[in-house]
């Protein structure tokens, strides 16, 4: 696997969304200070690939920030030249989303049915890649704290890991198929010996040549039933032609029997046709007559009708104008009772005027008596008002002297006013009575005046109204008078006679009368002329009902019979000529030819049965010579068909048993021939099988397997401690024995003890030397094109090594990467950042880290 492209979404580490490109990067270090988020990206990886987001030694909780739920990572890499793009997300709700693509053309597309199911694309990406998350972390991606597993390690999964990696499950998957095989071998072996015990029952030499003897016997009756056959199907052909000869005589003489029953009932049905056509032919023509006459009476009574309706009108015309009449007569007496009701209006408006002349005189008299009346009451008012300040000074002056203090003003009198005689003030409050009483008496006086004088006015104005409109709709009656007048003139000839209607009841029951007429004449004609088309057509039937009688006596084609029986006869019968009919003959005439013909035919017909009675005699002879060709091969038979069906019977018989037995020699020969086949297959099938459970045996995963994964194990012991002796300046060397990795110390006299003891710094050589040799060496020990490591990222730590070891791992790492891989170095070491051609620097900040790629 060599990844192509890296797209890093919303992870906690990294400040925005950014994109690493790896196309073209051999060997890269991936640096930055310590904690700056620099591993993120492998676990990117990780989780793009496998839905892992945590590593060994780290909780998700460290790689995503406190309260921080959402992820979402997409990731380009490609297998044997097939580019693939991986999209997972974990939203902040909801089930983990993801997307497996693969490259068509330009254009990105599913990668196959459930590529967008987490559980089905997981097992997608694992099958393009050939491995799982943790044969990953131990072969293409090598975190801190596993670089050692494979080299220190559990050896059972060492050899899993090695199993996935090299893909030796391919023998596990031939030793079941081997197993397949195997049984499908004895599968088919079992049934093929089944088939023998069951269908090859009694198939044996034997048998064939009983079959074969059979088949003999059966051939030789077939044959001489075939020949006696023929001799009796050429004595049955001459039977047969004389009683077809017997059979057409008696046939021939049914039809000339037929033919003269024809001819007589031809002629009875013809002498009564002659009668009645003549009775009809009569009938027809007086029928004919009658028609003509009641033809021409109607059309006369059409004519005055015509003549009438072009002098006056039709009907429907003159009874409109006859409506119209009796409007004019109406309208007349309207017009006199309009005239008389505007005569009478036309003096009422003067009248009313005088009435309405008092009435205004009479309102202008109250007028001045109730203006006289408020003068009176003002006075009466003002009268009032004097009597009560005197009484009331009176009042106030009373019982005062000079010298004491003023009731009104407080201040102290002075003089005194001489008193003053006060009127009665009764007697001006009851003059105020009497005033007020005249003033409404004038009121309501002055009101009812006002009143009559507005009703007349209302008069005198509906009066000239009513008079006004009394003599307009007069003036409109008459007008319309005229006009109904000069269109019913009009209608009428120019003449308006004194009774319009008398006039025209008149021409229209006229004109009534000729249209019963002219229909009664018609309906009498139509009559007559259905009575002469209904003697006409019985006339013409009786001729066509002859027609047909004649057709019926020349459709017996007569001569074609006569021909036939003299043919039949071959002049032993004498075949009487007949009489001949006129072509257009009467039907009388026609008849007593009929006649003469159906007596010749009779006499014909019994001298044909005479001849067919006497050819019938001969069938016993040629039934006696039948029996003898037979010679016993069949039971004898009564008469010569049936002996013909029982030869014929026996023949089909033989020839089916021939054909049975030659059937069953065949069959049992080719089942002979299939029974050596099949016993030859079973001990195939045998063998086959036998060779099949050995190979299963041999390809058990405890043998060939457990062979392999140990050779592995040794050649990449071999090729990491070539490795490990360059990193070790020629200390080191690895070896496995035993299930277990071993160093040889050479410089403490080629010691050999267990990876186990090593230091830290010794370890982390020996474990990278061993990881560098699998990359290198996992193409040439897979037994599959599947397993190529092209890619390959180190996180390890590399500041534990001193300078001069430092250089040799650089010098390692930088030979590694030129060999066509992709190797990515994790580190905070910058001195061994630089070294590297490129490297993708992270820079922390508060706000989190950021990527740069640096050439």
Known sequence: MRPIRLELKGFTAFRDEQVIEFEGLDLFAISGPTGSGKTSILDAITYA????????????GQFVSQGQTRLAVCFEFAVDDTPYRVTRSTPSKGATKILLERRDGDAWVQAGEGADRVR???????????????????????????????????????????????????????????????????????????????????????????????AEVAAAREGRLAQAKSAVDRIA???????????????CGRD???????????????????????????????AAREASSATATADRAAASLRKAEATWGRVRDLVATRVKAEAVAELGTRVAELRAAADAAKPVPATIAEALAVAEQAVAGHVAGAEAAMAALEGAREAVDLATHADLVAAVRSGLAVGDDCPVCGGRIETLPKARRVPALDKAKAALAKAEAAAASAKDALTEATAARETTERELRDAEREAARLAADAAAAREELGAKQAEIRTSLGGRLPTDPVATLDERITALEELETGRDDAAAAAAEAIEAATAAEGRRAKLEAEAAMCRARLDGLALGGLLERAGALTAGEVEVPPLPTVSGGGDPADVAAAAGRISVALEDLAGRLDALADARAGAKEELLEEALGVVDGLVEPAAALDELVEAVASACTAAAKDAATTTRRVEELARKLENAGALVREIAEHRRREERFDALAKELRADRIIAFLQVEALQLLARAGSERLSTLSSGRYDLEFVDDEFFVVDTWNGEERRSARTLSGGETFLASLALALGLSEQVGALSVTEKARLDSLFLDEGFGTLDPDTLEVVVEAIEQLGGDGRMVGVITHVRELAIRLPARIEIEKSPRGSRLRVVA
């Open 256 to 286: 000339v029997r037929e033919a003269a029953g024809t001819a007589a009932g031809v002629a009875e049905q013809l002498e009564a046709i002659a009668e009645a056509l003549v009775v009809a032919a009569r009938e027809a023509a007086d």
């Open 120 to 214: 089905e694309a997981d097992a997608l990406i694992r099958s393009a890649i050939g491995l799982d998350y943790e044969t990953f972390t131990r072969t293409v991606l090598l975190p801190q704290g596993r670089f050692a597993e494979f080299l220190v390690g559990d050896a059972r999964q060492r050899r899993e890991i090695l199993t996935d990696l090299l893909d030796l499950h391919l023998f596990e998957r031939l030793a079941r198929r081997a197993g397949e095989c195997k049984r499908a071998a004895n599968v088919e072996a079992e049934t093929r010996a089944r088939l023998l015990e069951t269908e090859y029952a009694g198939v044996t030499h034997e048998a064939l040549a009983q079959a074969e003897a059979e």
């Open 237 to 251: 052909e001459r039977g047969a032609e004389a009683a077809r000869s017997v059979g057409d005589l008696r046939a």
């Open 49 to 60: 690939l496998f839905g892992y987001i945590e590593r060994v030694g780290r909780q998700a």
